[in-house]
């Protein structure tokens, strides 16, 4: 395929000198395989383009190409010139090669020769079988149409250092040892772009050997003449060493192919280039726009967004809705079934306990036996008792009471007559205005069993003689302050005193937290917060 191109490269160049060189760098553009080009600066192309193809028929020497929106820099067009060492048998035909190409721009390239460092090469190669001597060569014939600058100096050829053994040296610096005769001539189709230029650099030998190609359709070369060709040995390793300074292009027209373009606006642009690449402020340039198709337009995904989002939007209100109403349903059925157990509980169950306090209280005043008095006495006050654990159930169950000014109302109740029985002062300090604000069932029941828990235990276990409890709401945080001036904590081995871990337990429940700590004035004081909503 490399071989093709080149000769296609050939003909292009070849006609374009038969015709004349066009006043001006051109662009044609082919899209897939058309043959009819698309001229003009800016062009518009299918979307569903596979391929485009530019021609471009330069004016210059040598350009430089890229296409802006998907090349980041420039794209060099660069092609190879060579130094062959090539081994000839003893009738002087060739039998084997090493060649050594010269490929864009040297390292030390500065515009010119005479400006230029040379970079240094060595290479090691082996002596073919019936090989009996060897010739240099140094062409521009790579492809026909290689344009630029090739310079070689200091050619050596040396057997290969091998143990103590000198090494044996073949050609120094372009010359044979001993020899003061020029072993060098010009050959190629257009010899006279071969030169030798003198040389002020160290081991620059004879001179400085020049190939300035600017023929797009001809080559020129340096070589040894053949009477009086270098002897080698057969199977021995040689040591090659040169300096070379280069910079090569490739002239004519061409043709770079970009493959399936996204959509988008692109350049292309072509930059003239003297001989040895610098930019002659010519060219030419070609504006590409790929279109999107219209599945990938703006306005064709906004319309199908807005459409789907409206059909999104109404799906998803109706099963919200949906979910809602269930919610809803479900949970009204949850408050009317509590709503007839603490009915069913405060009319069965309350007016039987009533029935036997009742009872209990005629037996206990008409019993004259002192134990059977006790006894009776005993069976009123847990029915009394039973009584109101009954009322304080069926006022947690009743989902009329899901207020937190039901909860504190309750509270304060509660308390108080907690007090109230064990004779032991009571001080609350709520809040004068309470907003009515709604509580879940969760909340209300834990919050409730805490403050009933801790005052129970304050009154079981601290010797108190005052229980205070503060109520506050802020923002959305209530909270329940209790404190006593009883002993405070006491612990008994392998025991948790007080069920403070049921109390943490409750506030964690609700996304709260209880803190227990000692009270200033001793005693016990118990915090407890935690969010309404």
Request: aromatic residues 6%; proline residues 5%; hydrophobic residues 40%.
């Given at each position: ?335 009317d079934e509590r709503l007839r157990i603490a009915r069913d509980l405060h009319d069965d ?107 129970n235990n304050a009154l079981k276990h601290s010797f108190a003689t005052e229980i205070r ?65």
């Open positions: 395929m490399k071989l093709l191109s080149h000769i296609l490269a050939s003909l292009m160049g070849s006609l374009l000198v038969a015709h004349g060189a066009p006043e001006a760098t051109s662009i044609k553009l082919f899209v897939d395989h058309s043959a009819q080009p698309l001229d003009g600066s800016e062009v518009k192309v299918p979307h569903d383009s596979s391929s485009l193809r530019f021609l471009v028929t330069p004016r210059s020497l040598r350009v430089r190409y890229k296409l802006e929106g998907l090349d980041s820099d420039w794209r060099p067009r660069t092609d190879e010139m060579f130094l062959i060492f090539r081994f000839l048998n003893k009738n002087g035909d060739p039998i084997s090669q090493e060649a050594f190409s010269a490929n864009g721009s040297s390292p030390g390239w500065k515009g010119s020769v005479e400006k230029s460092e040379f970079t240094s090469r060595r290479e090691i190669v082996q002596v073919p079988a019936d090989a009996e001597s060897i010739t240099v060569v140094m062409s521009s014939a790579g492809p026909a149409t290689t344009v630029g600058i090739f310079a070689i100096s200091g050619i050596t050829i040396s057997s290969a250092p091998k143990g103590g053994e000198t090494p044996v040296t073949y050609l120094k610096d372009g010359r044979l040892p001993g020899v003061d005769a020029f072993i060098w001539s010009k050959s190629g189709t257009h010899p006279s772009m071969a030169s030798l230029l003198p040389s002020d650099k160290e081991d620059a030998g004879v001179g400085v050997f020049v190939i300035k190609d600017d023929d797009i359709k001809a080559h020129a070369d340096w070589v040894t003449t053949l009477k009086t060709l270098p002897k080698v040995v057969p199977g021995e390793s040689l040591e090659l060493q040169w300096k070379e300074a280069y910079c090569t292009g490739v002239g004519g027209p061409f043709s770079p192919t970009y493959e399936r373009l996204p959509a988008g606006n692109y350049r292309f642009v072509v930059e003239d280039l003297s001989i040895i690449g610098e930019p002659l402020n010519t060219g030419a340039m070609m504006t590409v726009k790929v279109p999107l198709p219209f599945w990938k337009n703006f306005w064709f995904w906004s319309a199908c967004a807005a459409l789907i989002a409206g059909f999104s939007t109404l799906y998803g209100r109706h099963l919200i809705r949906k979910r809602i109403n269930r919610h809803l349903r479900h949970a009204q059925l949850i408050a169950l309350g007016t039987r306990l009533s029935h036997i306090s009742l009872l209990g209280a005629y037996a206990e005043s008409n019993v004259e036996d002192e134990e059977a008095r006790a006894a009776v006495g005993q069976i009123t006050t847990m029915s009394r008792e039973l009584i109101t654990a009954l009322s304080e159930t069926v006022w947690m169950l009743n989902p009329k009471n899901n207020q937190l000014e039901a909860l504190v109302d309750f509270l304060c109740r509660l308390v108080s007559e907690l007090c109230r029985l064990a004779e032991i002062r009571c001080r609350i300090d709520a809040m004068s205005a309470i907003p009515n604000v709604p509580i879940s069932h969760e909340f209300r029941h834990n919050v409730s069993l805490a403050v009933k828990e801790i005052v409890m503060s109520v506050q709401l802020e923002n959305t945080q209530l909270k329940i302050v209790i404190t006593d001036n009883g002993v405070g904590i006491t612990r008994e081995p392998n025991k948790t005193s007080l069920g403070l871990e049921n109390l943490t337990q409750r506030m964690s429940s609700i996304r709260g937290k209880c803190t227990i700590g000692q009270h200033e004035n001793e005693g016990l004081k118990i915090a407890l917060e935690a969010p309404i909503a």
